[in-house]
T-cell receptor, first 113, second 116 residues
Framework: GENVEQHPSTLSVQEGDSAVIKCTYSDSASNYFPWYKQELGKRPQLIIDIRSNVGEKKDQRIAVTLNKTAKHFSLHITETQPEDSAVYFCAASIGGSNYKLTFGKGTLLTVNP | EAQVTQNPRYLITVTGKKLTVTCSQNMNHEYMSWYRQDPGLGLRQIYYSMNVEVTDKGDVPEGYKVSRKEKRNFPLILESPSPNQTSLYFC???????????????FGEGSRLTVL
């Protein structure tokens, strides 16, 4: 089945620095790649997603890049703030069905004031 | 308010005692899914439903059952719970988009289950 590897598992940055989280996937048919943020004790919430026909997408301080040839995609957070501290999950659709998502194991991001 | 509601939020039970975790959404979403979250393992899909009476297995379906008799409800059933099913469970829903495109998953608040 689809395998999604996410790195790093933990990331600590100073406020104002940038943070980058990387994911690789195995299924060449995957075509949808969302990122979810989960604050402590809360539910996961979508922060940004990208489809396979696009190489990059931005939304204010966050951006996602996709390299379909290399089968990897990355989340970039600029000008990090303490409220960015959370667990971030990447995911990839399985095959072309888009009914199943495989999630990475998560990255705990800590932004130090 | 648009939401996905799970019950119970917390439950401690014993091995073998059947239990049901309910999930209800008020957004008229066609697609619903159950995930379990365990430390170091991320979110793993248990079962999903594309619409009423249509369900399919996710990555970790063993020991679970689901049903989708109504569009808004998607209960998760543990017929004979075991300690390895101790976990945090999330129900989620999204609208079914023509052409099979995915969209945002809306998660419930989670149900923390402990099986002794």
């Amino acid at each position: 089945g689809e395998n999604v590897e996410q790195h790093p598992s933990t990331l600590s940055v100073q406020e104002g620095d940038s943070a980058v989280i990387k994911c690789t996937y195995s299924d060449s048919a995957s075509n949808y790649f969302p990122w979810y943020k989960q604050e402590l004790g809360k539910r996961p919430q979508l922060i940004i997603d990208i489809r396979s026909n696009v190489g990059e997408k931005k939304d204010q301080r966050i951006a996602v890049t996709l390299n379909k040839t290399a089968k990897h995609f990355s989340l970039h957070i600029t000008e990090t703030q303490p409220e960015d501290s959370a667990v971030y999950f990447c995911a990839a659709s399985i095959g072309g069905s888009n009914y199943k998502l495989t999630f990475g194991k998560g990255t705990l991001l800590t932004v130090n004031p | 308010e648009a939401q996905v509601t799970q019950n119970p939020r917390y439950l401690i039970t014993v091995t073998g005692k059947k239990l049901t975790v309910t999930c209800s959404q008020n957004m008229n979403h066609e697609y619903m899914s159950w995930y379990r979250q365990d430390p170091g393992l991320g979110l793993r899909q248990i079962y999903y439903s594309m619409n009423v009476e249509v369900t399919d297995k996710g990555d970790v379906p063993e020991g679970y059952k689901v049903s989708r008799k109504e569009k808004r409800n998607f209960p998760l059933i543990l017929e004979s719970p075991s300690p390895n099913q101790t976990s945090l469970y999330f129900c989620a829903s999204r609208r079914g988009i023509a052409g099979g495109r995915t969209g945002e998953l809306f998660f419930g608040e989670g149900s923390r289950l402990t099986v002794l």
